[in-house]
């Protein structure tokens, strides 16, 4: 099993082998009499190459145990629950709980996925609380709201809530020295991320890795897009640096029903019909990058975690279990309409300039359709939305197209548009 996550949630700065890299590991003391004349030429340098392995498997619906049964599957294929929980641990479950949302809006974990993850832990001997930062409303309420109270109940499944902060120093070189993440996911023993298969305006994908972001607590998250600004690499760094603070032991994606098009909230509900798990989330993201047709240099959270080492992207240094790839890639998935040819361009390309300026998309309100509850304006990390005569106002010069607008607004009142350069490009590029 892919499981050499040697960096523990509290001690990074230690070095780690992570699954599919490439490990030279001196053996100083090695017996030269049983290797013979090779030593120390082979004896002194391992190449270990470690495959990550993903487990995907099919499951068409919330109904009748088959979530349960396809979630035991899946995690079966990794080693089963007890690789990953332990008899008497303190078990933190970390879903998408961004805001209120029925189950079937596919914003939200589905609960029946939840439970079914929290019930095997459970089974292990361990005590299961569910915790999540959401961007709108307490954590009780958004847990009432999407279906989770009857199952934590029936379970005894306690609420984490995410207040208070502590500092996690990060490892040596990294850009970000130090994150403030909620104190409450450093006091488990184990925590187990568990994401929902969206589109996401800003990155492209919301999977494993940009779930953790749920750890920053309340209105820091608006701090870290501000420092990130346009840079999407830059905040894709900032989401690979907490997943590798978090460290969960397992990531799981629910994709039975996911969202296309204009996501994390605002895109249609899409059967996607698969669960897939993995201890790494890297190599979880590409893979369910690619089942959804997406080019995986394009999804940036993967991409920068597979450079700090984090894990894998490349498909030879994954090994797929359970159902496979038939069906897949999807031909017809819609990516958000923000999609421009920059999430591959360095930050550093002279050329990025001018193409933020003349291409990128934007958010722009809908008068007609919006209800004027401000929620836009007091979520937007640079004030850039304003209310003007009775109107919402975007300040387009100061808009660092983040979307959390988009993301947050119920009424769907906030569109994606592209300047007429943009929309002519993306035609030309296809
Ligand atoms: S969140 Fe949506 S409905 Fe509310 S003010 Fe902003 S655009 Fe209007
Ligand atoms: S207007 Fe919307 S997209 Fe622009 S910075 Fe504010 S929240 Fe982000």
């Known amino acids: ?31 030269a009499k049983t290797i013979g004349p090779l030593y120390p030429t082979i004896a ?26 396809v979630v035991q599957q899946v995690i079966d294929d990794l080693g089963g629950i007890g690789s990953f929980v332990k008899r008497g641990e303190r078990v933190l479950l970390k879903p ?66 995410f207040k208070d902060k502590v500092t996690i120093d990060c490892r040596e ?27 996401h305006s800003q990155m492209l994908l919301t999977l494993a890795i940009k779930n953790l972001f749920g750890t920053v607590v309340g209105t820091d998250k608006a701090s870290w897009h501000l420092k990130a600004g346009k840079d999407y690499d830059g905040f894709a760094t900032v989401l690979a640096q907490i997943y590798e603070a978090v460290n969960p ?13 204009n996501g994390p909230t605002g895109g249609p509900t899409r059967r996607i019909g698969i669960i897939a798990a993995s201890t790494d989330a890297v190599a979880l993201d590409a893979t369910i990058c690619r089942l959804v047709g997406f080019p995986v240099e394009k999804l940036r959270t993967c991409v920068i975690a597979e450079s700090l080492g984090l894990g894998t992207t490349k498909r030879d240094h994954i090994t797929l279990l359970g159902d496979g790839m038939d069906g897949f890639p999807l031909r017809d998935f819609k990516p958000p309409k923000s999609m421009t040819v920059m999430w591959n361009m360095s930050q550093r390309n002279p050329m990025r300039r001018f193409l933020e300026s003349h291409m990128a998309a934007r958010p722009r309100i809908d008068p007609n359709i919006c209800s004027r509850c401000k929620v836009c304006m007091s979520h937007c990390p ?15 010069r100061a808009c660092i197209s983040c979307f959390c607008c988009q993301e947050l607004c119920t009424s769907k009142a906030i569109d994606v548009v592209h300047p007429l350069f943009g929309r002519i490009v993306a035609k030309l590029v296809g």
């Not at 993903?54 to 349960?68: F, T, W």
């Not at 001997?125 to 109940?153: N, Q």
């Open 1 to 31: 099993m892919s499981s050499f996550r040697a960096i523990g949630r509290n001690s990074s700065g230690i070095g780690a082998l992570r699954p599919g890299s490439i490990s030279f590991l001196t053996w100083h003391n090695s017996p």
């Open 44 to 69: 002194k340098c391992y190449i270990i190459i470690m495959k990550s392995i993903v487990s995907l498997r099919r499951c068409q619906d919330y109904e009748a145990g088959g979530p349960a049964r």
């Open 96 to 161: 998408n709980l961004l805001m209120s949302y029925a189950p079937e809006k596919a914003v939200v974990t589905h609960p029946a996925v939840v439970e079914a993850v929290a019930a095997l832990a459970i089974d292990a001997g361990a005590s299961v609380s569910v915790g999540d930062s959401s961007s709108i409303g307490s954590l009780p309420r958004v847990l009432a709201k999407s279906g989770y109270e009857p199952f934590m109940k029936r379970l005894g499944v306690q609420a984490a809530v």
């Open 173 to 199: 070189g990294r850009i970000f020295r130090k994150i403030e993440l909620a104190k409450a996911v450093f006091e488990f023993d184990r925590v187990i991320n568990l994401a929902k298969l969206k589109t």
């Open 249 to 261: 032991s397992l990531s799981l994606v629910d994709g039975i029903l996911g969202m296309e098009g």
């Open 382 to 396: 640079p004030a850039a939305i304003s209310e003007r005569n009775g109107e919402m106002i975007i300040d387009i």
